[in-house]
């Protein structure tokens, strides 16, 4: 299920296993929040938390054995474990009948940031997985959309999508720059307003900046470009993300991948994903080709010593107005 959807299923009562499991930490956090508060009682005595890192073979049982305890003066207990990847052989051998036969009385709750290699536990039938990758545009712009109004603060849709591009999707950034906008105290909240209070993820600039180049408006290029590098210790970290924004989109525009397996190995959401086809496309292979060959020798060249970093800055720069 959707993360979205998690609040109505909990209604009708709980799961025996939980995966949260996708790279946006909001939606598995408050996830894991809603199955705790709605379940958990006396958690001093009834919560326990596993780090999954240390779940290996033999070591598996201190989970099962967690699971087959009873709650104190509760309905229930519930086990935590995050970053749980274990091998398919592992869980085979020392998880499949303690998940399968999983207690009423217990309630786990794995939190995983990626699927990780090993066994596929989302396709596990007794594990009932909740997706928290990163929200669309559509269902960001409606949160911040709906947590103005609760807060008494009007918007449009447009100052809405701007924060959702903004802090591309991530609904940590979301949460916390909406909070801003509340707090600002500054009612319609308008496109200006997000423009001049919410933060741009470094990554949207890197679009911001680099979409200049596309559309031939090389000013607006060279202001963003300057406000990204005032001090020269940032310009080595500016020349890795140009190579491997270009290189992205490189991939993009030549792989044969669907959309949702693409966006998922480059971890972006779909929707900057269809936004950057649109983008490489513009670009065409053989410019795509050249800046990332191009910004590829000169970051190479700066970690070798042949170029200052300020050299291989300005190389880049040169190299993507006159290439």
């Known amino acids: ?53 240390n779940l290996k073979g033999g070591a598996l049982a201190s989970l099962t054995s967690a699971m087959s305890a009873c709650p104190f003066m509760s309905e229930k207990r519930i086990i935590r474990v995050g970053e749980f990847y274990p091998s398919e052989a592992d869980y085979e051998k020392y998880l499949k009948t303690a998940f399968e036969n999983c207690p009423d009385t217990t309630i786990l709750i794995i939190v995983n940031r990626s699927a990780g290699k090993g066994a596929q536990l989302k396709r596990k039938k007794c594990i009932t997985y909740v997706d928290c990758s990163h929200a669309d545009e559509d269902t960001v712009n409606r949160w911040v ?30 949460a916390g720059e909406t909070n801003k906008l509340i707090l600002s105290k500054i009612n319609p909240v308008t496109v200006q307003t997000v423009d001049d209070i919410v933060y741009k993820d470094a990554d949207y600039r890197i ?50 991948e669907d959309r949702a397996s693409l966006a ?18 513009s670009f065409g292979r053989d410019r795509l080709l050249a800046y990332t060959s191009a910004l590829y020798n000169f970051s190479a060249d700066m970690r070798s010593g042949k170029l200052s970093p300020d050299g291989a800055f300005f190389s880049s720069l040169a190299a993507i107005l006159f290439a």
């Not at 009562?13 to 199955?35: K, M, N, P, T, W």
């Not at 959309?145 to 991530?170: E, F, I, W």
């Open 1 to 53: 299920m959707k993360y979205t959807e998690l609040k109505a299923d909990i209604s009708n009562g709980d799961r025996r296993i939980y995966l949260f499991e996708g790279e946006d930490a909001y939606f598995s956090e408050h996830g894991e929040e809603q199955v705790k508060n709605a379940f958990l009682s006396l958690p001093e005595l009834n919560y326990a938390a596993f780090d999954g890192a």
């Open 145 to 174: 959309y709906a947590t103005l109004k609760r807060a008494g603060v009007a918007s449009d849709a447009q100052a809405c999508r701007l924060v959702a591009q903004y802090c591309l999707c991530d609904m940590s950034r979301v």
């Open 207 to 256: 679009y911001e900046m680099t979409d200049a180049v596309a559309v031939k408006n090389y000013s607006r290029f060279i202001t963003i470009l300057s406000e990204l590098s005032q001090k020269s210790a940032e310009r080595p970290a500016l020349v890795s993300a140009l190579y491997r924004y270009f290189k992205n989109l490189l991939i993009i525009l030549t792989s044969d």
């Open 264 to 281: 998922s190995k480059l971890k972006m959401p779909e929707f900057a994903l269809k936004r950057s086809y649109e983008r490489a496309r």
